[in-house]
């Protein structure tokens, strides 16, 4: 065991007693088998705390780093930025110390290894601190981007001093504190480098909207508690973590870290609005659109997040996270709601809009607003009481009337808008699939009378296939009815050839769509929605097949399908839409 100062628990700071780190027994083979086959550890590397230890004593279990694969999420992309960013230098210094690094691992010298990896780090912070002199007469404000870097490269370091499992036997306690400042670091420092980077490549124009979705994957993937790879969860805990944390010994990041990364990422996005835009806040409703939109998108995913322990850091007690989540997260909602109407629907499809100032915007409000009550009925569980299907059926109702009139569908069209709204009330209460296969055929009613009466009239032939547009809306109508089919064939239908067969023919609709699409010379489909489309649809692929949802063959078809978008990438065409 191994003194050390340490934060203690209430109960051991009112009998001034210090925390040790002890070292948890190692379970019998039986346990570790029964373990192993158990859901709660798959890995089979728990440990049995000790038993007659001190109150307050932290139990420190020897394991390997239980978490690269989220840290490489953000390190690895970070790393080829700023290896591009500091040229050959730097590339050939992380080569070279990455080849000696591995020839002293391949030689068992452990301390030789760990000081390569450091060496090779320090080596690759000066490298990019010499790339980086231009910066600072450009701006002294790029001393904050180059801090960012030089604390990548840090955390690098640490990630791979993790890796050394020779080191939790001889100093413990930094182990932990290696463990920490990783994660501590990681939803700070590489959010910066992925929007700078973006920014270079597109511009600086939505630079906020880049810097608000870096920083939500950052604050899912590491600000949100997560158990260490090295403490042990007390007994009659569950592995599963709460709303609410009490012993907190056994969660990576401990109360500050949490709230000042949480605090930070509800601020951040707002403040990048107002440095890159300062002169033309309010000048227009897109503008307004954009503060509203900011200032409440990342307060709202930390509200909605509180069931998995986002804030267990304001300590309150597990009945009143609920209260919390109800009310901040309807007024939030609801905020979000009117500033997605002004900034996506009015600025991105205003010329489909056929309703006439002032009752385009009470069309598209009764269709957005209703939409949004759905969604805050759903999560609050008002839903589930007696009687609320008239509501939801009203709410239906008058959301997809609004969306049908302010797309200027004729009245003969309307029936067919409310009965699939109707339908679709009926398969939430009763998962009936006869009631969700209605919702789907009169949503297609209305889905491709909009296609035709927007797309088709047009005269356009594609070049990839000899297809014209009419060709291409009726590709773009059966993978809209398929869409729609799937959700509901996999929550209740028990045929996984038939949910497979239509998931690969979707795929297969897919890929004609976004060949004809991307490969226009206007590039009216830029590369990122290929990238985006492959990696979902090959995650949906691995998840249905898991699930049972699929057979072994539409999988293996589905992967082959979404793999081979990703040759659309080799064909020039430009980033994003022409002006």
């Given at each position: 065991e191994v003194e050390g100062d340490q934060s203690m628990s209430s109960e051991a700071q009112q009998q001034g007693a210090r925390r040790r780190v002890v070292a948890a027994p190692a379970a019998s083979n039986k346990d570790k088998e029964d373990r192993e086959s158990s859901r709660d550890d798959p890995d089979g590397t728990a440990y049995e705390p000790p038993e007659d230890v001190p109150e307050g004593t932290i139990a420190f279990r020897y394991n390997k780093f239980q978490h690269n694969a989220r840290i490489a999420c953000f390190m690895l992309p970070c790393m080829g930025i700023l290896m591009a960013y500091g040229g050959k230098t730097t590339t050939s210094t992380v080569v070279a110390g990455a080849m000696v690094t591995y020839m002293l691992d391949f030689y068992g010298w452990k301390e030789g290894t760990l000081i390569a990896v450091w060496v090779t780090v320090i080596c690759s912070m000066a490298t990019l601190f010499l790339a980086s002199m231009h910066l600072f007469s450009v701006s002294i404000y790029n001393i904050a981007l180059v801090y960012n870097m030089l604390a990548f490269c840090a955390s690098a370091g640490l990630w791979g001093t993790l890796q050394f499992t020779s080191l939790q036997r001889q100093y413990p306690r930094m182990v932990l504190i290696c463990e920490r400042l990783l994660f501590s670091l990681m939803p700070a420092t590489p959010p910066v480098l992925l929007t700078w980077a973006t920014v270079a490549m597109v511009g600086a124009g939505a630079a906020h909207y880049y810097l608000l979705a870096y920083l939500s994957i950052g604050f899912v993937l590491y600000v949100m508690p997560v158990r260490s790879s090295f403490r042990v969860v007390a007994k009659g805990r569950s592995k599963k973590l709460g709303p609410a944390l009490d012993e907190l010994d056994e969660v990576v990041m401990g109360r500050f870290e949490t709230s000042a990364h949480s605090m930070c990422y509800t601020v951040l996005p707002a403040l990048i609005k107002t440095a890159v835009h300062h002169n033309h806040m309010y000048s227009t409703p897109d503008d307004l659109a954009d503060i509203v939109l900011l200032h409440s998108a990342p307060p709202l995913l930390v509200v909605a997040l509180a069931y998995r322990g986002s804030l267990w850091w304001l300590g309150l007690e597990p009945q009143h996270y609920k209260l919390v989540r109800g009310i901040l997260g309807g007024l939030l909602?609801?905020?979000?709601?009117?500033?997605?109407?002004?900034?996506?629907?009015?600025?991105?499809?205003?010329?489909?809009?056929?309703v006439p100032y002032p009752w385009d915007y009470v069309a598209v409000s009764a269709g957005v607003y209703g939409l949004a009550l759905m969604v805050l009925a759903h999560f609050s569980g008002v839903l589930e009481r007696r009687g609320m299907w008239v509501l939801l059926n009203a709410l239906g109702v008058a959301s997809a009337l609004g969306v049908q009139i302010a797309l200027g569908m004729p009245f003969y069209m309307l029936p067919f808008g409310c009965a699939g709204a109707h339908f679709c009330v009926q398969f939430y209460y009763k998962r009936k699939l006869w009631d969700y296969v209605a919702f789907c055929l009169t949503a297609a009613m209305a889905m491709c009378w909009f296609i035709a009466k927007s797309f088709m009239f047009l005269d356009f032939e594609f070049d990839p296939l000899p297809m014209s547009i009419k060709h291409v809306c009726l590709v773009l109508m059966l993978v809209s009815l398929s869409s729609l089919l799937l959700p509901g064939l996999v929550a209740a239908s028990k045929r996984p050839g038939l949910t497979g067969g239509?998931?690969?023919?979707?795929?297969?609709?897919?890929?004609?769509?976004?060949?004809?699409?991307?490969?226009?010379?206007?590039?009216?489909?830029?590369?990122?929605?290929?990238?985006?489309?492959?990696?979902?649809?090959?995650?949906?692929?691995?998840?249905?097949?898991?699930?049972?949802?699929?057979?072994?063959?539409?999988?293996?078809?589905?992967?082959?399908?979404?793999?081979?978008?990703?040759?659309?990438?080799?064909?020039?065409?430009?980033?994003?839409?022409?002006?």
């Amino acid at each position: 065991e191994v003194e050390g100062d340490q934060s203690m628990s209430s109960e051991a700071q009112q009998q001034g007693a210090r925390r040790r780190v002890v070292a948890a027994p190692a379970a019998s083979n039986k346990d570790k088998e029964d373990r192993e086959s158990s859901r709660d550890d798959p890995d089979g590397t728990a440990y049995e705390p000790p038993e007659d230890v001190p109150e307050g004593t932290i139990a420190f279990r020897y394991n390997k780093f239980q978490h690269n694969a989220r840290i490489a999420c953000f390190m690895l992309p970070c790393m080829g930025i700023l290896m591009a960013y500091g040229g050959k230098t730097t590339t050939s210094t992380v080569v070279a110390g990455a080849m000696v690094t591995y020839m002293l691992d391949f030689y068992g010298w452990k301390e030789g290894t760990l000081i390569a990896v450091w060496v090779t780090v320090i080596c690759s912070m000066a490298t990019l601190f010499l790339a980086s002199m231009h910066l600072f007469s450009v701006s002294i404000y790029n001393i904050a981007l180059v801090y960012n870097m030089l604390a990548f490269c840090a955390s690098a370091g640490l990630w791979g001093t993790l890796q050394f499992t020779s080191l939790q036997r001889q100093y413990p306690r930094m182990v932990l504190i290696c463990e920490r400042l990783l994660f501590s670091l990681m939803p700070a420092t590489p959010p910066v480098l992925l929007t700078w980077a973006t920014v270079a490549m597109v511009g600086a124009g939505a630079a906020h909207y880049y810097l608000l979705a870096y920083l939500s994957i950052g604050f899912v993937l590491y600000v949100m508690p997560v158990r260490s790879s090295f403490r042990v969860v007390a007994k009659g805990r569950s592995k599963k973590l709460g709303p609410a944390l009490d012993e907190l010994d056994e969660v990576v990041m401990g109360r500050f870290e949490t709230s000042a990364h949480s605090m930070c990422y509800t601020v951040l996005p707002a403040l990048i609005k107002t440095a890159v835009h300062h002169n033309h806040m309010y000048s227009t409703p897109d503008d307004l659109a954009d503060i509203v939109l900011l200032h409440s998108a990342p307060p709202l995913l930390v509200v909605a997040l509180a069931y998995r322990g986002s804030l267990w850091w304001l300590g309150l007690e597990p009945q009143h996270y609920k209260l919390v989540r109800g009310i901040l997260g309807g007024l939030l909602v609801l905020a979000a709601a009117g500033a997605l109407e002004v900034r996506v629907v009015f600025h991105a499809f205003r010329q489909y809009i056929k309703v006439p100032y002032p009752w385009d915007y009470v069309a598209v409000s009764a269709g957005v607003y209703g939409l949004a009550l759905m969604v805050l009925a759903h999560f609050s569980g008002v839903l589930e009481r007696r009687g609320m299907w008239v509501l939801l059926n009203a709410l239906g109702v008058a959301s997809a009337l609004g969306v049908q009139i302010a797309l200027g569908m004729p009245f003969y069209m309307l029936p067919f808008g409310c009965a699939g709204a109707h339908f679709c009330v009926q398969f939430y209460y009763k998962r009936k699939l006869w009631d969700y296969v209605a919702f789907c055929l009169t949503a297609a009613m209305a889905m491709c009378w909009f296609i035709a009466k927007s797309f088709m009239f047009l005269d356009f032939e594609f070049d990839p296939l000899p297809m014209s547009i009419k060709h291409v809306c009726l590709v773009l109508m059966l993978v809209s009815l398929s869409s729609l089919l799937l959700p509901g064939l996999v929550a209740a239908s028990k045929r996984p050839g038939l949910t497979g067969g239509l998931l690969a023919l979707h795929a297969g609709g897919l890929c004609v769509l976004e060949l004809q699409l991307h490969c226009q010379f206007k590039g009216i489909y830029p590369p990122y929605l290929v990238v985006f489309t492959t990696c979902l649809g090959l995650y949906l692929t691995q998840h249905l097949h898991a699930q049972g949802k699929s057979t072994a063959g539409s999988a293996w078809l589905m992967g082959c399908l979404y793999a081979s978008k990703l040759g659309l990438l080799l064909h020039p065409a430009p980033l994003a839409l022409p002006s």
